[in-house]
C-alpha cells in the first residue's frame, strides 16, 4: 500500500517545526512518519517519545519520527516494513537544504515513486526576512523554486502592503506556486494538505506582470506559448537539455498544451528526472496555452526560447 509524502522545507528559523507540530495536532486522525533531517532544541516535543525502536521513534500520539542520518534509502526500506503503522510520510528538511536532494529519489527511483508518491513540497517562509535570505543564499531561492505551497510566517509585525509585495516577489521567481498565510500563529493545515502538487497547479503570476525575475546571476524566465506543442519532442529535447548541458539550472515546471491532447500536461524536472503526466482536462472555452518557467543560475533566455520553439507542433 502507498503511503503518500509531504516534503517541508524552509530557511533556519521560517517555523518548520512548529508548523508541523501544528499539522500533527489539527490532524489527529491521521498517523505520520515523520523524517526529520536534524534533530535541534525546537524538534517534536521529546515528552511524546515513549519508546525507540531501533532508529525510528514511536510517539504516544501513534506518530513514528526518525532521523535523516543513515540516508533517505535506508530510512524508507526501513518504512516500508512498517507501512501499517503510519497513515502519511513528511520529511522536515534541514533549513540549508536544496530540498531538490532529498526529494531526487522520490522522482527517480521507480518503486519509491511508486509506494511514496510525493504529494506536495511545502516552503516555510520568514516574511520579517526573506528579503535578505534571497540576497544572501541560493539555497532560499532553491526552496522557493521546488516548492509546490510558500507559506508565508510570522506575519503579524509586517503589514498587509509588504506581504502582498512579498508574495508577488515569490510568484516571480516561482508563478506556479500556491501561496498561503498564517495569520496569528494559525496555520491553514487543513486546506494545506487539501492542495496536491499535480492536480493544482497553476499559474499564479498576474497578467502584465514581468516574464523574468532577475537576483544577481539567478533569473526566472517564464514562456507563454498559443501553439501546440508535440510532447514527445519536448519531452526529448527537455531531457538532453537535463542530462548534457544544464548547469546551474534549479527547476523547470509549466503547463503545456500538447497537439491532440484534450488535458492539461503537467511539466517537471527533479535534478536530472524530467516528467510530463496528465493534469486536469481543459475546461470548457479555457484559452489553450502553455506556460513555461526555467529557475536558475545564468540561464540565456534566447537558448530556451528557442528550443521551445522547435518542439512546437507543425
Known amino acids: 500500500m502507498s503511503k503518500t509524502v509531504t516534503i517541508l522545507t ?16 489539527e490532524r489527529p ?5 515523520i523524517v526529520e533531517n536534524e534533530f535541534g ?5 521529546g515528552e511524546l517519545i515513549i519508546k525507540p525502536d531501533n532508529e525510528i521513534f ?19 526500506n526501513e518504512l516500508s516494513q512498517k507501512t501499517e503503522q503510519f497513515d502519511e510520510l513528511i520529511i522536515e528538511t534541514t533549513g540549508i537544504a536544496d530540498p531538490a536532494a532529498v526529494a ?30 534571497l540576497i544572501e543564499t541560493d539555497e532560499a531561492i532553491k526552496q522557493i523554486a521546488f516548492s509546490d505551497i510558500i507559506l508565508l510566517n510570522k506575519t503579524s509585525n509586517v503589514n498587509p502592503e509588504y ?11 516561482n508563478p506556479f506556486v500556491k501561496v498561503f498565510w498564517e495569520k496569528e500563529m494559525i496555520f491553514p493545515v487543513k486546506e494545506i494538505f487539501a492542495t496536491e502538487r499535480d492536480q493544482e497547479i497553476e499559474y499564479k503570476l498576474k497578467p502584465g506582470r514581468r516574464l523574468a525575475f532577475n537576483h544577481g546571476k539567478i533569473v526566472s524566465h517564464t514562456f507563454y506559448f498559443d501553439q501546440p506543442f508535440n510532447d514527445k519532442e519536448l519531452q ?23 497537439k491532440n491532447v484534450n488535458h492539461k ?16 482536462p481543459w475546461n470548457e472555452g479555457e484559452v489553450r496555452q502553455s506556460k513555461i518557467v526555467f529557475i536558475g543560475k545564468d540561464l540565456k533566455r534566447d537558448f530556451f526560447e528557442n528550443m521551445l520553439n522547435e518542439c512546437l507542433a507543425g
Do not use: W
Not at 524552509?10 to 517555523?15: C, E, H, K, R, V
Not at 519520527?65 to 543513515?70: I, K, P, W
Open 58 to 76: 514511536e510517539l504516544n500520539n501513534g506518530c513514528l519520527c526518525c532521523s535523516l542520518n543513515d540516508g533517505i534509502y535506508d530510512i524508507l
Open 236 to 258: 526529448m529535447r527537455l531531457f538532453g537539455y537535463l542530462v548534457f548541458e544544464a548547469r546551474g539550472l534549479y527547476r523547470i515546471k509549466g503547463i503545456v498544451h500538447g
Open 41 to 45: 532544541k525546537e524538534g517534536i516535543d
Open 265 to 280: 500536461l503537467i511539466l517537471q524536472s527533479v535534478g536530472q528526472s524530467l516528467s510530463i503526466t496528465g493534469g486536469k
Open 10 to 25: 524552509g530557511f533556519l528559523g521560517a517555523g518548520k517545526t512548529t508548523f508541523l507540530n501544528q499539522a500533527i495536532g
Open 29 to 33: 486522525e491521521v498517523r505520520y512518519a
Open 104 to 133: 531526487g529519489p522520490f522522482f527517480s527511483h521507480s518503486e519509491i515513486k511508486k509506494d511514496f508518491p510525493v504529494k506536495r513540497v511545502i516552503c516555510l517562509v520568514d516574511t520579517e526576512l526573506i528579503e535578505d535570505q
Open 163 to 173: 506581504l502582498e509585495k512579498i508574495e508577488e516577489k515569490l510568484l516571480g521567481i
